[in-house]
């Protein structure tokens, strides 16, 4: 076969698959080039397939797509990408496709629609904003348009348009003081520094970013730049000032960050590299930007400034400075402003029990009604009338979340009054908030509180890339898990602060620790393993990484802190704990075999009620829904009632599982295991006629045991289809009938192979042989035309060589059920 036919063949080939795979092929104009910066960002994840987004501002609404047209119609017409519904009359005010203005380093989408005013139409102009903290599911923001009613500005800011970020550590350890650069990085806009040049009629500035590269919105920068100078009156007009390599360090008492290997210098022979260095001082009360420090730039190929800021002081020196500044029951952190308000919980009673079941009552910020242990008492334990420390509304900020003190209550020993520390923690919404009693000693309480009231920074438990692995279902919100190893434990948690236990005091905000198991079986030697900073990562083996950093000081490193990593590897049948394999480098290792890690695999229906994962490992019998009730009925917010029948639905719902009057929403067409998600969805298609299209729905199964069956719920509809969600316990593991997936692999070896002769063992070998060399051949033609592919079909062998989820549980028995098959085919 010659080249030129072997190209044809494998992009005739994608290009089939592709098409076969796809429903919604986005536009070209979402890969947007940028030629200067030899980079394309490619926005097509923020169209779907599913439905129009939805942008409600005052009394109006908008429906639109930004890579392809809308999929419900606009009036009843096709073409739009944007539609305006106002007074319940719907207007197309952007037609597709949109003309893409990428020039100046900007990215814009401009929309022309049908008759606006007095002979105008109506422009939507989509401004694109890169946000490294905006999820690839972020939301198209509206204007406030005024009288601006035929021009309309839409704002989109997304990580999607962000170069590949580099970034470094901000933190740093310096004789024993702990400091934290990281709150002044800005993940949406840089600082923008002006020099204020003599003989100069437009001013250069320097553009800068902290432990990360600048933003290139509007801004033509080298990519890696960490700080940069525009200078309006050069024919470039950037000059890179030097890239982000290094973390922050201590030179000559002063906090500094330099950045690197900028631009070639032309001035100075003995300085290759423009570089430029940060001097970073302690200031409680400054809030402005940096300075650029006269006399240095481009004469010395050094630029220097000097920042004055809270985030320069040490984490004791911020918390002295926030006591004095406390309001009542509520702090502000002094780095960023965010204040912590705990007044909703005064005025209540709270209660604490310890090991021996004596319970202690408390208030927070106030003291209590109850004079049981005397006035101003915030704590008190009633059985003995003993006073554990008196009430203020000190609310004191400190790292990863604010504190209590209430001091001064009744003497304990050696003259000493016993004082309480109750601790607040960052839980997410919806999850258990409680207090709970860790630690007595001989003078001191403490406690611990799970509250949304002082969630400042959450990480998304999730990896950003294509086939995104999400770790939320492992993230406890009642108990830690524990590793033991001799008189060792290890309590760790999933994105978020380890769950107050009774017992263990480890540093406030730490996702992991390390403790030792006295033979009395209480805590010692609390280590603290780091924090949650940032979301989880994939490796150069394409595992899911999440690590934890900024823990307790290194012991044979005093320069450094404790670090560790966790190493998700899919495994469908392991349900397990986290294995902890080693310690290098003041970083813990631990490995975790777990189905979380696996994403999604494609399941299969068995009549006449049952639905199987590909790997035939779990089986749910989805009949259970019918103990009750047969038809489970759903309304939604404007009266629409569905009727719901995941089994009996050729009977109920004119041969659909769903179905709302005579209208069935569609025949099963997918069944998928979502084992990051712990859900399963089934997805129904090819449903009654709607307008031009037919009626889908999705209903979407969470596992949850202490529901029963439960009951189906309206998420999401619109004129064509509907998307519910169905918590039970039907779905649970302890439902499923699960096969040891070696077991099935035997049983089906046995059964393919038994009756086949050597020979034809023979013929089988050498077929699978050649299989797996056509694969290999294919796979190295790829490598030798891949520039030369288009792009649809770069993309999709791409995914083929990437693909890895499930592979390794794909056993070999599988391959000769594939051949076995081929043979009979031929």
């Known amino acids: 076969m010659s080249k030129l036919n072997g190209l044809l063949f494998l992009w005739s080939l994608s290009a089939f698959i592709t098409s076969a795979v796809l429903t919604v092929i986005p536009s070209k104009y979402c890969e947007v080039p940028e030629r200067k910066l030899s980079f394309i960002y490619n926005l097509t994840k923020l169209t779907s397939d599913k439905e129009d987004i939805i942008i409600k501002h005052d009394y109006e609404m ?299 009552k408390f208030r927070v910020c106030n003291a209590l009604m109850d004079n049981t242990c005397g006035n101003k008492t915030g704590i008190c334990n009633s059985k003995y009338g003993t006073s554990l420390g008196q009430a203020n509304a000190n609310l004191i900020w400190q790292q990863n979340g604010p504190y209590l003190n209430y001091t001064n209550g009744d003497l304990c020993e050696n003259g000493v009054s ?130 934890y950093i900024n823990g307790s000081q290194c012991p044979e490193n005093p320069t450094k802190t404790i670090s560790s990593n966790f190493i998700f590897i899919c495994d469908n049948n392991n349900q397990g704990l986290p294995v902890y394999k080693h310690y290098v480098n003041c970083t813990y290792i631990f490995e975790w075999n777990t189905s979380i890690a696996c994403g999604a695999v494609m399941g299969g229906w068995t009549t006449p009620c049952t639905i199987k994962d590909s790997f035939l490992s779990y089986e749910y019998d989805l009949s259970l829904l019918d103990k009750t009730q047969q038809i489970h009925h759903v309304k939604s917010r404007q009266g629409k009632e569905y009727a719901i029948s995941i089994c009996g639905g050729e009977k109920y719902c004119n041969g659909s599982a769903i179905c709302h009057e005579y209208n069935g929403y569609g025949s099963l067409g997918s069944v998928i295991f979502d084992y990051s998600r712990n859900d399963v969805k089934l997805k129904y298609s090819n449903g009654s006629k709607c307008n031009n299209n037919s009626y889908t729905s999705e209903v979407r199964f969470i596992c949850n045991e202490s529901m029963g069956i439960g009951e189906p719920k309206l998420l999401l509809e619109s004129q064509c289809s509907a998307e519910f969600e169905w918590h039970t316990e039907v779905i649970c593991v302890k439902y499923a009938n699960s096969r040891n997936a070696s077991h099935e692999n035997a049983l089906l070896c046995k059964k393919l192979l038994h009756p086949i002769s050597p020979g034809l063992m023979l013929q089988l070998f050498a077929i699978a042989m050649m299989i797996v060399c056509a694969l290999g051949v294919l796979m190295i033609a790829l490598v030798y035309f891949g520039d030369l592919l288009p792009l649809e079909g770069r993309r999709f062998w791409s995914n083929l060589i990437n693909f890895r989820r499930g592979m390794g549980r794909v056993h070999y028995c599988r391959v000769w059920f594939f051949v076995f098959l081929t043979l009979e085919y031929l």
Request: charged share 20%.
């Open 418 to 547: 016993h004082y309480t520390l109750i601790r607040f923690f960052c839980e997410p919404q919806g999850s258990l908030s409680r207090p709970l009693l860790i630690k007595e000693f001989t003078c001191q309480t403490i406690i611990h509180w799970n509250t949304d009231l002082v969630c400042e920074k959450k990480i998304k438990c999730a990896t950003n890339n294509d086939d995104e692995i999400n770790l939320t279902p492992l993230i406890q919100s009642t108990n830690n898990y524990i590793i033991k190893a001799n008189d060792t434990e290890f309590h760790i948690n999933i994105c978020r602060p380890l769950v107050p236990t009774q017992g263990l005091l480890c540093a406030h905000g730490s996702a992991a620790c390390k403790v030792s198991v006295t033979s009395k079986n209480e805590y010692m030697n609390e280590i603290s393993l780091g924090f949650p900073e940032d979301s989880p990562t994939l490796n150069k083996d394409l595992q899911t990484v999440l690590r």
């Open 62 to 360: 908008i429906r639109m797509q930004l890579c392809s047209p809308l999929i419900k119609k606009c009036n009843n017409q096709d073409g739009y990408a944007i539609c305006l519904i106002k007074n319940n009359t719907e207007k197309g005010i952007g037609r597709f496709p949109p003309k893409l203005d990428n020039e100046y380093g900007r990215t814009l989408f401009n929309f022309t629609g049908d008759d606006c005013l007095h002979g105008t139409n109506y422009t939507v102009t989509v401004i694109m904003h890169c946000d490294y903290d905006a999820e690839t599911n972020s939301y198209p923001e509206l204007f406030s348009h005024g009288d601006q009613q035929c021009n309309l500005y839409i704002i989109w800011k997304t990580a999607l348009l962000c170069v590949p970020r580099t970034q470094t550590n901000c933190t740093v350890v310096n004789a024993g003081h702990y400091y934290d650069l990281s709150l002044l990085t800005r993940p949406s806009e840089n600082y923008m520094i002006p020099l204020h040049i003599k003989n100069k009629t437009k001013s250069p500035k320097i553009i800068l970013n902290v432990c990360q590269n600048i933003l290139h919105h509007g801004i033509m920068c080298p990519i890696k730049s960490g700080a940069c100078l525009d200078d309006p009156e050069k024919p470039n007009g950037y000059l890179s000032l030097g890239e982000v390599q290094k973390p922050p360090f201590f030179k000559d008492g002063t906090l500094q960050i330099e950045y690197q290997d900028g631009a070639l210098c032309t001035q100075n022979v003995t300085t290759p590299h423009v570089k430029t260095t940060i001097h970073f001082k302690c200031d409680l009360e400054a809030k402005g930007p940096p300075e650029y420090i006269l006399g240095s730039g481009i004469e010395d190929c050094h630029y220097q400034l000097i920042w004055y800021t809270p985030a320069a002081c040490d984490i004791e020196t911020l918390r002295d400075y926030s006591a004095k500044t406390a309001g009542k029951c509520n702090v502000k952190n002094p780095i960023t402003n965010f204040t912590y308000d705990l007044q909703t919980l005064m005025n209540k009673d709270f209660t604490v029990t310890n090991v021996n079941g004596i319970k202690y």
